[in-house]
């Protein structure tokens, strides 16, 4: 299984919105409506931003939302702020009863 | 409050086999509703799932690693472990530990990491 296709890096301005996208295939991302999508800081383990596609886990602000068509998910930021400032990885369950990660995008606040 | 807490040995020798530990408090290991995944995290890369198991002993593992990994899981200590065979500088990472919700197929809680480096 091949790594799910994020951009290397998204930039933004403070409260600018951005969007980062997360390419698979009709046997992952197209398939299911299990994408998942992690914030990551420098040393620190991953936390859960957005499952199912568009559901945030209590506690996630809701400046943090999710989408899909087809075989590409995507992760909007609005209202960008200095802490969202990290690396975001994006993971979906495939037809295999697998999961796979994209390679990750790091996010620069201007 | 569920915690997930990996140990092991932080320097392995090259072709040996490397064996981390995953201990589980505040939610049991055998409870139906959880897999037990682990992933895992080159310096500087992307993260990079390696499998989980289900307290039955149901293990899936990525296709990429299947011939090298196994996933076990002890309830009576309320732990799972990762044993990965024939290590090489490549296997150097940071291990994470992670309970994966059966129903949004989502890893929620995560350990806090453990550094591996394989190296003479």
């Known amino acids: 299984q091949s790594a799910l296709t994020q951009p290397a890096s998204v930039s933004g301005s403070p409260g600018q919105s951005i969007t980062i996208s997360c390419t698979g295939t009709s046997s992952d991302v197209g398939a299911y409506n299990y994408v998942s999508w992690y914030q990551q800081h420098p040393g620190k383990a991953p936390k859960l931003m957005i499952y199912d596609v568009s559901d945030r886990p209590s506690g996630v602000s809701d400046r943090f939302s999710g989408s899909k068509s087809g075989n590409t998910a995507s992760l909007t930021i609005s209202g960008l702020q200095a802490e969202d400032e990290a690396d975001y990885y994006c993971n979906s369950f495939t037809s295999s009863s697998t999961f796979v990660f994209g390679g990750g995008t790091k996010v620069t606040v201007l | 409050q569920v915690h997930l807490q990996e140990s092991g040995p932080g320097l392995v020798k090259p072709s040996s086999t490397m064996s981390l530990t995953c201990t589980v408090s505040?939610?049991?290991?055998?409870?139906?509703?959880?897999?037990w995944s682990w992933i895992r995290q080159h310096p500087g890369q992307g993260l990079e799932w390696i499998g989980y198991i289900y307290h039955t002993g149901s293990t899936y593992y990525n296709p990429s690693l299947k011939f090298r990994v196994a996933i076990s899981v002890d309830s009576s200590k309320n732990q799972f472990s990762l044993n990965l065979k024939s290590v090489t500088a490549a296997d150097t990472a940071v291990y994470y530990c992670?309970?994966?919700?059966?129903?949004?197929?989502?890893?929620?809680?995560w350990g806090q990491g453990t550094t591996v480096t394989v190296s003479s």
């Open positions: 505040g939610v049991s290991i055998s409870s139906g509703s959880y897999y």
């Open positions: 992670a309970r994966l919700n059966i129903a949004h197929n989502t890893m929620r809680v």
